[in-house]
């Protein structure tokens, strides 16, 4: 292993032909150090365009790998998996994302999301609404960042039994996926505890509201936060009808 990392340093792309034919070793500490090794060497443009059995098999391997790969490594195969990662990757990046605290590493937070949204494993990001706390939050988050209609569905089905940051964490996604589907859900919303949850079915209705719930969201030009009140208004300004002059 002192010679791939030695390889490793001088960077030399002659290197890459035998790296790739070693990644097929019997042992996978040498598996895992080849491929760190051509991480290294390689640009991820570099990795993309490898054919389709030296792809493949690099893939596997940083799948299997990611977890317990060092800090900075993470990061590499993270960018990686954005540009090769496929639906059985998904998987990986979730196992990291279970040891993630998204409140103290926020870049590797923000990583992760952006492998699994390269990935687009839509239904693995439904079925986490199912899971623990922080599986539900990462499934919510990246439904918001790529879910559409019938997965804003599958969030609104859920949202009313969750309380503190998951359903923030809803709202937020329900929020960024609109559709006048959601209205109905938004404007229940509205009616909720948390001033979080509320500032973001505003937000929405903003974009999705009905001239009849002009009524509704008056009310919440009198609420105690000074952010609600904006967002009432703005909401009103933005459904811009003749109720919303009176």
Not at 79 to 108: M, Y
Request: net charge negative.
């Amino acid at each position: 292993c002192a010679i791939l990392e030695a390889l490793g340093i001088i960077g030399s792309h002659d290197a890459v032909r035998p790296l790739l034919d070693m990644l097929g070793a019997k042992g996978q500490y040498v598996r895992f150090a080849v491929a760190r090794t051509l991480l290294t060497i390689m640009s991820t443009d570099d990795i993309a365009s490898l054919d389709d059995p030296d792809r493949g098999t690099l893939k596997d391997i940083l799948d299997a790998y990611l977890v317990e790969a060092e800090d900075e490594v993470q990061y590499r195969i993270l960018s990686t998996l954005e540009r090769i990662g496929a639906s059985s990757s998904a998987q990986s990046i979730i196992d990291l994302a279970g040891r993630v605290d998204h409140d103290n590493e926020p870049d590797k937070w923000e990583a992760v999301k952006s492998a699994l949204a390269a990935v687009g494993d839509i239904r693995t990001m439904v079925n986490l609404l199912d899971g623990d706390e922080k599986s539900v939050i990462l499934g919510a988050e990246m439904l918001g960042r790529m879910g559409g209609e019938r997965e804003g569905l599958e969030l609104a089905s859920r949202v009313f039994s969750q309380q503190g940051y998951v359903k923030r964490s809803m709202t937020e996604a329900l929020a960024r996926i609109g559709g006048a589907g959601l209205r109905d859900t938004m404007l229940r919303l509205t009616g909720d505890q948390d001033g979080h949850v509320v500032a973001s079915a505003l937000r929405s209705l903003g974009e999705i509201g009905d001239p009849d719930d002009i009524r509704k969201i008056r009310k919440f030009l009198q609420h105690p936060y000074p952010d609600v009140q904006d967002l009432a208004l703005d909401a009103i300004a933005r459904i811009g009808t003749a109720k919303a002059e009176e």
